[in-house]
Protein backbone atom coordinates (compact mmCIF):
# COMPACT_ATOMS: atom_id res chain seq x y z
CA UNK A 1 0.00 0.00 0.00
CA UNK A 2 1.40 3.45 -1.05
CA UNK A 3 2.12 6.10 1.49
CA UNK A 4 -0.42 9.17 0.94
CA UNK A 5 1.52 11.43 3.12
CA UNK A 6 4.04 13.94 0.52
CA UNK A 7 7.78 13.11 0.33
CA UNK A 8 8.65 15.74 1.65
CA UNK A 9 6.40 15.18 5.32
CA UNK A 10 8.67 13.58 8.20
CA UNK A 11 6.47 9.73 8.92
CA UNK A 12 4.54 9.12 11.76
CA UNK A 13 6.93 8.55 14.85
CA UNK A 14 10.36 10.45 13.36
CA UNK A 15 10.78 13.59 15.70
CA UNK A 16 11.91 16.69 13.86
CA UNK A 17 14.18 19.72 15.26
CA UNK A 18 12.63 22.56 13.21
CA UNK A 19 14.08 24.47 10.42
CA UNK A 20 16.91 27.24 11.70
CA UNK A 21 16.83 30.61 9.56
CA UNK A 22 20.19 31.80 8.76
CA UNK A 23 19.62 35.16 10.15
CA UNK A 24 20.49 33.76 13.13
CA UNK A 25 23.89 32.96 12.23
CA UNK A 26 24.13 29.92 14.23
CA UNK A 27 27.14 27.70 12.74
CA UNK A 28 25.60 25.54 10.43
CA UNK A 29 27.72 22.39 11.61
CA UNK A 30 25.95 22.25 15.02
CA UNK A 31 22.98 22.89 13.69
CA UNK A 32 23.28 19.67 10.98
CA UNK A 33 24.33 17.85 14.44
CA UNK A 34 20.93 18.95 16.61
CA UNK A 35 19.14 17.61 13.87
CA UNK A 36 20.45 14.71 13.75
CA UNK A 37 20.43 14.17 17.63
CA UNK A 38 17.10 15.08 17.98
CA UNK A 39 15.89 12.43 15.58
CA UNK A 40 18.05 9.29 16.51
CA UNK A 41 16.80 10.14 20.25
CA UNK A 42 13.29 11.19 19.48
CA UNK A 43 12.05 8.80 16.84
CA UNK A 44 10.02 5.84 17.57
CA UNK A 45 11.22 2.09 16.80
CA UNK A 46 8.66 1.91 14.02
CA UNK A 47 10.94 4.44 12.15
CA UNK A 48 14.82 3.64 13.31
CA UNK A 49 16.42 0.40 15.16
CA UNK A 50 16.56 2.13 19.12
CA UNK A 51 20.21 0.49 19.78
CA UNK A 52 21.72 1.67 16.12
CA UNK A 53 20.19 5.06 17.10
CA UNK A 54 21.39 5.19 20.35
CA UNK A 55 24.91 4.19 19.45
CA UNK A 56 24.92 6.59 16.75
CA UNK A 57 24.11 9.36 18.91
CA UNK A 58 26.77 8.27 21.10
CA UNK A 59 29.56 8.71 18.51
CA UNK A 60 27.52 12.43 17.94
CA UNK A 61 27.69 13.30 21.55
CA UNK A 62 31.20 11.67 21.69
CA UNK A 63 33.05 14.23 19.10
CA UNK A 64 31.12 17.32 20.61
CA UNK A 65 33.14 16.67 23.57
CA UNK A 66 36.36 17.27 22.13
CA UNK A 67 35.40 20.80 21.69
CA UNK A 68 37.36 23.52 23.64
CA UNK A 69 38.41 26.76 23.43
CA UNK A 70 36.57 29.06 20.95
CA UNK A 71 34.80 25.81 19.53
CA UNK A 72 32.89 25.18 22.40
CA UNK A 73 32.71 29.21 23.31
CA UNK A 74 30.70 29.62 20.28
CA UNK A 75 28.94 26.11 20.64
CA UNK A 76 27.59 27.55 23.81
CA UNK A 77 26.53 31.27 22.31
CA UNK A 78 24.52 29.32 19.39
CA UNK A 79 22.57 27.26 21.76
CA UNK A 80 22.00 31.12 23.86
CA UNK A 81 20.91 32.39 20.69
CA UNK A 82 18.98 29.07 20.08
CA UNK A 83 17.05 28.77 22.55
CA UNK A 84 16.31 33.13 22.67
CA UNK A 85 14.85 32.27 19.34
CA UNK A 86 12.91 29.09 20.31
CA UNK A 87 11.26 31.29 23.88
CA UNK A 88 10.38 34.09 20.98
CA UNK A 89 8.57 31.78 18.42
CA UNK A 90 7.03 30.42 21.57
CA UNK A 91 8.56 26.82 21.25
CA UNK A 92 7.27 24.34 23.73
CA UNK A 93 9.13 24.48 26.99
CA UNK A 94 10.37 21.22 26.65
CA UNK A 95 12.24 22.20 23.46
CA UNK A 96 13.46 25.28 25.31
CA UNK A 97 15.05 23.47 27.78
CA UNK A 98 16.52 20.88 25.32
CA UNK A 99 18.49 23.45 23.56
CA UNK A 100 19.30 25.13 27.56
CA UNK A 101 20.71 21.54 28.65
CA UNK A 102 22.24 20.33 25.96
CA UNK A 103 25.90 20.64 27.34
CA UNK A 104 25.00 19.68 30.90
CA UNK A 105 23.47 16.68 29.40
CA UNK A 106 25.78 15.11 27.08
CA UNK A 107 28.71 16.04 29.60
CA UNK A 108 29.81 18.90 27.18
CA UNK A 109 32.19 21.01 29.42
Known amino acids: M ?4 PADEA ?3 AAVFPLIPPELGV ?15 GSEEVVLNGAVAEEAMQ ?16 M ?9 F ?4 KWPKQQVRFLQEFLDDNGIQ
Open 2 to 5: ADAR
Open 11 to 13: PDG
Open 27 to 41: HPLLLAVLHAYVFLE
Open 59 to 74: YLVTYLQRLTGAELKR
Open 76 to 84: REDLATLAT
Open 86 to 89: AKSE
